[in-house]
């Protein structure tokens, strides 16, 4: 992240909201009623709690209060299995650069971290029936990956702080949650290869983790 340039302009955030989120919230809300219910209410009950559904957690997070400070060569799929750590020599080395853009901003980077870290998705990835209910008025999934402890990934938020010269860490955590759920937001329908009840609760991740910082 050494070379950067420092980003003054809402576009930044307006235009990855208009290209790669509210595309594909206008094609999965049209997908099943489910999808539809999580997307458009005013709120949503899973796992009898109430939360703001997705389009509305996002108009009362206010995208622009997630907007970068500077824009960077990124990794782009910055996850735990892309880090390579030689524990006889104390060496990192970063694999899978392909998805690297040239410029952009590195909180994806921290959302894809946050991702392997904050929401265990190594484990829930591969568990089956994520989805317990599908009825609408009783939405049941497992929840084992909705907490979380803050003081845990200070270390890390400390280092992205110094990243973007921002001083209060809560900052750089609640953009990580950020990013880390427009990630899965993005990532519905390649979870949706594996089941349509996948598809659903990554959606439903993304509703619990924005709620959780709201």
Not at 7 to 22: A, L, P, Q, W
Not at 97 to 105: A, L
Request: net charge neutral.
């Amino acid at each position: 992240y050494c070379y950067r340039k420092k980003n003054t302009s809402v576009n930044f955030i307006e235009e990855f909201f208009k290209t790669k989120i509210y595309p594909k919230l206008t094609e999965f809300e049209n997908e099943c009623e489910i999808m539809n219910y999580l997307i458009n209410s005013e709120k949503v009950k899973i796992n009898g709690k109430f939360y703001y559904g997705l389009r509305n957690v996002f108009k009362k997070l206010n995208i622009h209060n997630f907007n970068t400070e500077w824009i960077n060569p990124i990794h782009g799929d910055f996850t735990l299995e892309n880090i390579l750590y030689d524990l006889d020599n104390n060496k990192i080395k970063i694999i899978d650069m392909e998805g690297s853009r040239y410029v952009d901003s590195c909180y994806f980077d921290l959302g894809k971290i946050f991702q392997s870290i904050v929401s265990k998705y190594k484990e829930w990835n591969i568990i089956e029936n994520v989805i317990i209910n599908k009825d609408i008025n009783n939405l049941s999934c497992i929840d084992q990956y909705f907490d979380y402890d803050y003081e845990e990934y200070k270390p890390i938020c400390n280092l992205f702080a110094k990243i973007m010269e921002v001083e209060d860490i809560k900052t750089i955590f609640n953009k990580g949650i950020f990013f880390m759920s427009t990630y899965f937001i993005r990532f519905v329908q390649f979870r949706r290869k594996i089941s349509d009840e996948h598809g659903i609760f990554a959606i439903i991740m993304a509703i619990v983790w924005l709620n959780n910082i709201l």
